[in-house]
């Protein structure tokens, strides 16, 4: 069994690098890529102890990007994997990478001043303290939670921090066909994260978003995922297999983070990816 999608204290998770590689290991999971939001540092922190294990980590990232859409509305924060960038990244990536960041932090600054001018007692390095490089909302959140002003994350998201509420601050996200370049161009398989979200609930039919996302640059679906129910990742697999696409697969885990996602068999051993999954992979990457 092999699991492409996890989390680790570099970005939202709750483990360290290090606990991750040693939790694959022990489960004896034939490869693990550690997919952090934004950034490669939990990858660049696990690879020797991966190595020392000779267990097969896949160097993977997730980005959060703006879907603009001929004539629909943008929708903000949605994930795209990449897998296999070029190591050490290409420059090119790197200057993305930091620019996404740096965006990350001025926004993070401007929250933080906005929250302040809603009466609200919320410094910038309080969030820093709960999510250090990778500081967002959610390390609000908790410091939110902390001082009493909301009882819980969702709480804190609906009075504080959502689109619709006053404190709300926007970040800048590159667009999703900005993503999928960049990814592809520096040596990258771009696949689109989680699918469930944007075709859930959707109104057009299946093949007519994954096609539109297909057109704005993805080269995979990640078919297998804790919060897909067995008959989506049918359908998403089928979708794959039809336009052409690779498929993959991934718990998401987030360690304490999202309890009750195990890494390498997610939600109650809802994901079971076998290794030929990867072997695919990389053959659709070298074609
Ligand atoms: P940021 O990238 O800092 O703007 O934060 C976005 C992250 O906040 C998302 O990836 C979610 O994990 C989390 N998030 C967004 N909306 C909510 C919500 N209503 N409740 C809980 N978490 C949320
Ligand atoms: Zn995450
Ligand atoms: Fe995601
Ligand atoms: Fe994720």
Redo the contacts with the bound molecule.
């Keep these: 069994m092999i699991d492409l999608h996890s989390h680790t204290l570099e970005s939202?998770g709750s483990w360290s690098p290090e606990q991750v590689v040693e939790q694959a290991v022990a489960l004896r999971l034939e490869a693990l890529a550690i997919t952090d939001?934004d950034t490669f540092s939990g990858y660049d922190l696990a690879l020797a102890r991966a190595s020392a294990a000779e267990l097969d980590l896949v160097c993977g990232i997730e980005i959060?990007s703006k879907l603009e859409r001929r004539g629909k509305a943008t929708i903000r924060?949605v994930h795209l994997l990449g897998y296999f960038l070029d190591q050490p990244p290409s420059p090119g990536f790197r200057v993305w990478l930091g620019k996404i960041q740096a965006s990350?932090r001025d926004?993070n600054r401007r929250l933080a001043a906005k929250l302040q001018s809603l009466g609200l007692k919320v410094k910038l390095e309080e969030a820093e303290a709960f999510g250090r490089t990778l500081t967002?909302?959610?390390h609000f959140?908790k410091v939110l939670i902390q001082k009493g002003y909301a009882s819980s994350?969702?709480d804190a998201?609906?009075r504080h921090?959502?689109e619709a509420a006053q404190g709300y601050v926007p970040?800048h996200e590159p667009t999703f066909a900005e993503a999928a370049a960049t990814i592809t161009a520096s040596g990258g398989l771009a696949v689109l994260a989680h699918p469930y979200k944007l075709t859930r609930n959707a109104s057009e039919p299946l093949d007519m978003v994954i096609g539109e996302l297909v057109d704005q640059g993805i080269r995979g679906i990640e078919a297998y995922h804790s919060e897909h129910t067995s008959a989506e990742m049918e359908q998403f697999a089928a979708a794959a297999s039809a336009f052409g696409l690779a498929i993959t697969g991934g718990s998401d885990f987030h360690g304490d983070a999202k309890p009750g996602v195990k890494l390498g068999s997610g939600k109650r051993g809802n994901v079971h990816i076998p290794r030929e999954v990867l072997d695919r992979l990389r053959n659709s990457k070298t074609r």
């Design positions: 939202d939001h959060s924060n990350r926004r967002g909302r959610p959140a994350v969702t998201f609906e921090l959502d970040r």
